[in-house]
């Protein structure tokens, strides 16, 4: 059954970020969406930044992250949208991709965890190393 966000924040609070990673990849992915489907997806993100409801169908993917949902627009193929939403502040969208299976997709599945794998492992290193005199002569 799909769930609703853990992460009700005020409406009176800063938009959130919306990033894609890895960008190119994402932005790839993007285009092969149909125009339609992907301006839904982009509205969709865009009101959920701002504290608002998505237009399209929200389901988490607790199996993968209890931070991690999709967009749904049912069809053939469907579409889905797959992002994070664990640091406070980002909406940090994984995986843009056509559905054909019923139930679970294990390839994308695994696209998503490798992908917020090498997201929060960039995250972590971004504060390591600065200030640091390295290659100063």
């Known amino acids: 059954m799909a769930k609703t966000s ?23 992915e993007l285009l092969k969406v149909p125009e339609r489907h992907r301006d839904r997806f982009l509205a ?8 608002e409801e998505p237009t399209c169908k929200k389901k988490q993917l607790d199996s993968i992250d209890r931070d ?8 053939s193929p469907a579409w889905r949208c797959i992002f994070y939403t664990g640091e406070s502040g980002k909406i ?14 294990r390839q994308i599945a695994n696209v998503v965890n490798e992908r917020l794998k090498a997201w929060r492992s960039l995250q972590t290193g971004k504060g390591k190393g ?8």
């Open 92 to 105: 940090v969208v994984l995986h843009a991709t056509d559905k054909t299976t019923n139930g679970s997709d």
């Open 68 to 75: 991690i949902y999709e967009l749904c627009i049912n069809g």
């Open 6 to 28: 853990h992460q009700n924040e005020p409406r009176d609070q800063q938009p959130r970020k919306i990033e894609f990673s890895p960008e190119k990849a994402v932005d790839k």
């Open 44 to 51: 969709s993100l865009m009101l959920m930044a701002n504290g």
């Open 130 to 137: 600065k200030g640091k005199g390295k290659g100063k002569a």
